[in-house]
């Protein structure tokens, strides 16, 4: 297995976290599974990857779109958010990417950049031994647009001081990636280095 590198180019590191600093993957699909259920909708392994990265929210519109249902996003979002917070202490974290975060450190700036809320996410970091080694987090309460716009990172580098050119994106997702190339940054894709989720 390849090694995770910085670009020596790089002069800040932006982290999304699901999938990439914790594998939480697991638990947020059995999450949105067990709440979609009880609304008559099976949803896919499948579907679940390719909005990997999107709001809760966004994801419940998205839902509607595809399977014809008319969930309220906010609340089935709320009801997902809640029964993933039950079972997130079954988080694991992703050691080959928060091992960068540990050696990167007080050496260049590095921010996290989610598309999870803001409560929950300073959580997730507890759970994986991060929350010492982050002091920036944007999160989707801090976005007008999520990804795969680039507001999140774009955001992420202004926090840092650092140029967006000047900054290396560590994902999991396609939206994710697609957000890091539209801010002009170096980009990472972290699942080429290890299996993240299997469905």
């Not at 007080?106 to 997730?124: C, D, E, F």
Request: glycine letters at 8%.
């Amino acid at each position: 297995m390849q090694k995770l590198e910085i670009d020596p180019k790089a002069k800040g590191l932006i982290f999304d976290l699901d999938g990439t600093l914790a594998d939480t993957m697991p638990v947020h699909f059995v999450a949105y599974q067990k709440i979609l259920k009880k609304y008559g909708i099976d949803y896919s392994a499948k579907m679940f990857l390719a909005l990997a990265g999107v709001p809760v929210v966004e994801t419940i519109v998205k839902i509607n779109e595809v399977y014809g249902s008319s969930l309220d996003p906010e609340q089935v979002g709320n009801e997902k958010e809640a029964e993933y917070e039950r079972m997130m202490h079954k988080v694991k974290p992703i050691n080959p990417v928060i091992d960068l975060v540990k050696q990167y450190h007080g050496k260049l700036p590095i921010a996290v950049g989610t598309g999870g809320y803001t409560r929950l996410s300073w959580k997730t970091l507890e759970i994986v031994g991060l929350k010492d080694y982050i002091e920036i987090l944007v999160s989707a309460n801090d976005v007008q647009n999520p990804k795969p716009h680039p507001e999140t990172f774009l955001r992420c580098a202004e926090q840092m001081g650092v140029k967006p050119e000047d900054c290396q994106v560590f994902e999991d997702g396609e939206p994710g990636m697609k957000a890091a190339h539209a801010a002009g940054m170096m980009a990472t894709l972290v699942t080429d280095y290890y299996d993240v989720f299997k469905a």
